[in-house]
């Protein structure tokens, strides 16, 4: 493989992970984790940040009445998870992988730090960011595009359940039609539901260049650091 990018952040959506088989399915994190090894061994410097809306989502209780902030707090756990089943597939995978979180939880993972995270990329392990920012109110997309600026990253690969950005909702409207390219300031504007109005300042603000995906197979990981997939690509122009 030929990769188009030197350090690429990752995002991994936890119901691309779930698969049709509960919380997690193995066979596919297994396939996931073999791709992310391959990417990493042929010299890409791979930062991942891992959804955990296939465990819980904030925003999405099923008919539960919690608080808010506690609600989000309950969503940074769920990427906890996630980022540490990544982790052991990873290592299984054989690749050296370090989780960070952006709240303290020492007794399982390493608090964030822009700098040590940096330098772990640079000696070749993967670095998973769990926690989103660390704050209730934040989505794990605003987590991904401040973690990639801080990273400083060459581009944002957003792996989701879907094949891109439409103009509606394409399950409730078949009519619905595929961007293959956007602006931030037009997700802004129409207030798009490709990512969250707060990582989409972000991302504009600091000039990243971002590729949403569908994460229908393993080997999409690969193709996208290839500038193979095919997907909505975001940026300012």
């Known amino acids: 493989m030929k ?7 990752l995002k991994l959506s936890g119901e691309a ?9 193995g066979q596919f994190l297994g ?14 410097q791979i930062a991942m940040v891992i959804g955990g809306g296939n465990i819980w989502r904030g925003a999405r209780q099923g008919g539960l009445q919690i608080d808010r902030v506690r609600a989000d707090q309950m969503g940074m756990l769920s990427t906890v998870i ?13 690749v050296k992988c370090t989780v960070m979180s952006a709240f303290n939880i020492g007794q399982i993972c390493k608090p964030y730090s822009q700098y040590d995270a940096i330098d772990a990329l640079e000696r ?5 960011v769990s926690g989103g920012v660390g704050y209730p109110y934040f989505s794990t997309d605003s987590g991904m595009m401040l973690r990639a600026a801080e990273l400083k990253v ?7 359940n879907v094949d891109g950005v439409y103009d509606m909702d394409p399950v409730k409207h078949p009519e619905a039609k595929k961007y293959d390219k956007l602006t931030y300031t ?9 990512i969250d109005m707060a990582a989409a300042a972000i991302a504009r603000d600091n000039g990243i260049y971002t590729l949403l995906f569908k994460l229908d197979k393993a080997s999409s990981i690969s193709d996208a650091m290839c500038g193979k997939a095919s997907g909505t690509v975001i940026s300012n122009e």
């Open 17 to 25: 992970l779930a698969g049709e088989k509960g919380i997690l399915d």
């Open 186 to 194: 037009k997700i802004i504007a129409d207030n798009l539901c490709a």
């Open 154 to 160: 060459d581009a944002v690969l957003s792996a989701k």
């Open 82 to 94: 996630n980022s540490l089943a990544m982790q052991d597939y990873l290592i299984a995978a054989g």
């Open 31 to 44: 396939e996931v984790a073999a791709e992310i090894a391959s990417c990493a061994k042929s010299g890409v």
């Open 3 to 9: 990769p188009v990018y030197k350090r690429v952040l």
């Open 124 to 128: 070749g392990e993967v670095v998973i």
